[in-house]
């Protein structure tokens, strides 16, 4: 199996501290939290909530179909006392956090927001920790990909 060249940021590290911060809009930055179906499916399955209750439909942002509705404080509505109560299915987005991954022409990267106080906390992550998010991106949204097509 031919393994997929990626860029990663080098000698970083990360603990969550469980702060919340990720989970919502800051005064610098306006959180989107952005959702499979699949994912929207599960939390709704999880929650016993339709999934116009948390989250609304959005279009140009494929493979993502949904976003996360937010309280009036601009924090995630699955966020109770800095504890995500969807923890177990969580979306992609907020499993990668701090990190993002981009692609482009075939090429992907991780980069990492600084804002994050866990960022220079915990152990070094290495080459296997961000294949292993790549790996779970990728299955992700070619699950997505195909279920687009079968519409």
Same mark, same amino acid.
């Given at each position: 199996?031919? /393994?997929?060249? &990626?860029?990663?940021?080098?000698?970083?590290?990360?603990?969550? =501290?469980?702060?919340? %911060? $990720?989970?919502?809009?800051?005064?610098?930055?306006?959180?989107?939290?952005?959702?499979?179906?699949?994912?929207?499916?599960?939390?709704?399955?999880?929650?016993?909530?339709?999934?116009?209750?948390?989250?609304?439909?959005?279009?140009?942002?494929?493979?993502?179909?949904?976003?996360?509705?937010?309280?009036?404080?601009? /924090?995630?509505? &699955?966020?109770?006392?800095?504890?995500?109560?969807?923890?177990? =299915?969580?979306?992609? %987005? $907020?499993?990668?956090?701090?990190?993002?991954?981009?692609?482009?022409?075939?090429?992907?990267?991780?980069?990492?927001?600084?804002?994050?106080?866990?960022?220079?906390?915990?152990?070094?992550?290495?080459?296997?920790?961000?294949?292993?998010?790549?790996?779970?991106?990728?299955?992700?949204?070619?699950?997505?990909?195909?279920?687009?097509?079968?519409?």
């Amino acid at each position: 199996m031919l /393994k997929v060249k &990626f860029d990663y940021p080098v000698a970083v590290r990360f603990r969550c =501290v469980k702060c919340g %911060i $990720c989970c919502g809009d800051t005064k610098e930055k306006t959180r989107r939290i952005l959702l499979l179906t699949s994912e929207t499916e599960q939390i709704s399955k999880t929650t016993s909530q339709p999934p116009p209750q948390f989250a609304v439909k959005i279009e140009g942002r494929e493979p993502y179909r949904y976003e996360m509705k937010k309280r009036e404080d601009g /924090k995630c509505v &699955f966020l109770e006392n800095d504890r995500c109560t969807v923890y177990q =299915v969580r979306p992609l %987005i $907020c499993r990668f956090y701090p990190f993002e991954l981009n692609s482009c022409g075939g090429k992907f990267s991780f980069r990492f927001t600084e804002e994050c106080p866990g960022i220079g906390k915990g152990r070094v992550l290495d080459e296997g920790d961000f294949r292993k998010m790549l790996r779970l991106a990728r299955a992700k949204h070619s699950q997505a990909a195909d279920s687009l097509g079968e519409n």
